[in-house]
Structures are given as C-alpha cells and as structure tokens.
C-alpha cells in the first residue's frame, strides 16, 4: 500500500469517513487558525470568528481540498483571505466614520505588555502581504514553500516580502519609532 493511500488520497472516502478525517482535522488546526487570524487581524475577538468560517469553507469543499494533499495550506489561506477582507472592510468603514464624524481616541487592544503592544501597532502597519509572511514565517514557524501555498504566491515573493517585511519591522520598532507607535495606539 503506497504511503498516499495510507493517508486517504487514493481511496474513495465515505461520508461518515470525511466526517471524522473533518472533526480530526478541525480539533487539531483550529486554535492554531484562530492564532494566525488574530495576528493578522490585530483583533482578538474576530480572531475565533475568522477562524470558524474557514473551517466551514473547507468543509464545503472537504473532499477535495483532501485529496489534494493540503488541507492545512488550504485553512491558512483561506484565513490570510478572510483576514484581509475583514482588514479591507474595516478600513472602508473608518473612512466612512471618519467623513461624518471627528476621529475619537482609540484604546489600544490586547495585553498591558508593552512589547507586545509595541509589536501588534508595528505589525498592524505593514501592508498585508508583508505582515502575512512575517507572521506565518516566525510567529508560526511555517516553512517559506507552505506560507506560499497559502498564499497563492510564489516562493520567491515569500522570501521578499518576508525580508522586507523583517526589515519595516527593525525600523518600526527602534527606540523613537517604537516610543511613537505606542503613543499613537492608546490614542
């Protein structure tokens, strides 16, 4: 028996089989999903939420994106999607408050850390692309071939955007830069 249909891929699966490969799967990756959602989102209450409707997309589409190989690279992409879109709506939206109304102080979210929060207002400034590798790279530790998949980008834009990523970061989080993000976070 070749390793392939060891793992499921050569065999036709029951309904009640996909059941249980799904509920397996689901215990195993969704806090792991819900960490990377709330990376990426800078939002730890959507983070389960983001988290949840992935899992439901990849259960609409469960036998194949099984029998494909990847379910996991398929989850994570399809968090980084739903994260960006939840970024994209959200910056719609205070652009929205912002022509009605006068900007009104903020609270920073997350721990009392201050590294932390240094961190998180650093990360939430990179553009998307740039802050999905990085995450995934060193938060997640997912190797660069994985993160592309996950991305629907090649290799090499992975290790780009991961580099320039790393490198805003640096910038970002030195002593005066550091000092001003959190300023501007608790505004």
Known sequence: MSSDRARGRGRRVSAEGASAEFSEFFERHHAGLSRLACLLTGEPDAADDLAADAMVVLWQRWPEVHRAGSPL?????????????RIRAAVRERRRIRLFWARGTEPAHGPDIAGVVT???????????????????????????EVAQALGVSLGTVKSQTSKGVAELRRLLDTPAAEQLVARSSR
């Open 73 to 85: 690279a398929y989850a994570r992409g399809t968090v980084a999607n739903l994260a960006r879109e």
């Open 119 to 145: 961190v998180r207002a650093a990360l939430e400034r990179l553009p998307f692309r740039k802050r999905a590798c990085v995450v995934m790279r060193y938060a997640f530790d997912i190797p660069e071939r």
